[in-house]
């Protein structure tokens, strides 16, 4: 199983952009990189997901260097409701026999 | 809607009794999982289940139990067993025949207290 390191908490500003790293060195050939959000009291919910390069969607892009050892999650233009924690999750389902272990995430405060 | 609904939100449990957390699915995916989150920390991993009559211990199983008699029910049972049950509990389920775009899906989750 890939073991993931995040920093256990950030502070940004409203406005700026927030870029959250995880390392996961013994990361598996064909283990997808999957980032959730979760906000307090609510389960978590998927971000982004990518296996090499960089992966953009509406909310988040997603880097990862050619050697998939760590990757970064980057938020544009953080707002208030962006605090929150956000896990980095590194497997596949059948790679692990479907068991799916979370690291201890980021805790993100974004302040006026 | 399709979803994940856990069920209740709220749960009290009294010094030696077991106490069952209801998870229900209509997304049709195979595999379901039950996490435990401590205040401030992360999600640990209690049971999965892969496909229905099947289910795996995760990290922390001891002091609980669970069934898959159902495609669409992972029920979690906190037995007495379990000394330190407080905790938020998360349901989630994926669908893990998908080529691509794994992701899981969690409920809203059930607090659990001690009275």
């Known amino acids: 199983l890939a073991k993931t390191t995040q920093p256990i908490s950030m502070d940004s500003y409203e406005g700026q952009e927030v870029n959250i790293t995880c390392s996961h060195n013994?990361?598996?050939?064909?283990?997808?990189i999957t980032w959730y959000q979760q906000f307090p009291s609510q389960g978590p919910r998927f971000i982004i997901q990518?296996?090499?390069t960089k992966v953009t969607n509406e909310v988040a892009s997603l880097f990862i260097p050619a050697d998939r050892k760590s990757s970064t999650l980057s938020l544009p233009r953080v707002s208030l409701s962006d605090t929150a924690v956000y896990y980095c999750?590194?497997?596949?389902?059948?790679?692990?026999?479907?068991?799916?272990?979370f690291g201890q995430g980021t805790e993100l405060s974004v302040k006026p | 809607d399709g979803g994940i609904t856990q069920s209740p939100k709220y749960l009290f449990r009294k010094e030696g009794q077991n106490v069952t957390l209801s998870c229900e699915q209509n997304?049709?995916?195979?595999?379901m999982y039950w996490y435990r989150q401590d205040p401030g920390q992360g999600l640990r991993l209690i049971y999965y289940?892969?496909?229905?009559?099947?289910?795996q211990k995760g990290d922390i199983a001891e002091g609980y139990s669970v069934s898959r008699e159902k495609k669409e029910s992972f029920p979690l049972t906190v037995t007495s067993a379990q000394k330190n049950p407080t905790a938020f509990y998360l349901c989630?389920?994926?669908?893990?025949?998908?080529?691509?775009?794994?992701?899981?899906?969690f409920g809203s989750g059930t607090q659990l207290s001690v009275l």
């Open positions: 989630a389920s994926t669908d893990a025949h998908q080529a691509t775009n794994e992701k899981l899906f």
């Open positions: 013994n990361i598996a050939t064909n283990d997808y």
């Open positions: 990518g296996y090499k």
């Open positions: 999750l590194v497997g596949r389902f059948y790679n692990q026999g479907g068991k799916l272990i």
């Open positions: 997304l049709n995916h195979d595999a």
């Open positions: 289940s892969q496909i229905v009559n099947d289910f």
